[in-house]
């Protein structure tokens, strides 16, 4: 899952976000792991889109090919 925050990959746990009170530390990765009873891991959401963008991105904005 992606978080707009920095994340604690260890913890799987936002680290001070803004905007977002209470989640601090909050365990985010070991609560989706029990309710969906399912591998979880938590990043940061920049993280995460990066590799999506495929071979289209630069440091610009992603340049998707036409037609899609």
Excluded at 24 to 42: C, H, I, K, S, Y
């Amino acid at each position: 899952m992606g978080l707009p925050a920095p994340v604690d990959p260890w913890r799987g746990s936002p680290l001070r976000p803004n905007g977002m009170p209470g989640w601090d530390g909050f365990p985010v990765a070991e609560r989706l792991r029990t309710r969906f009873r399912a591998p979880a891991q938590v990043d940061n959401d920049a993280n995460l889109i990066s590799p999506g963008c495929g071979p289209w991105c630069t440091s610009a904005p992603c340049r998707w090919p036409r037609g899609s």
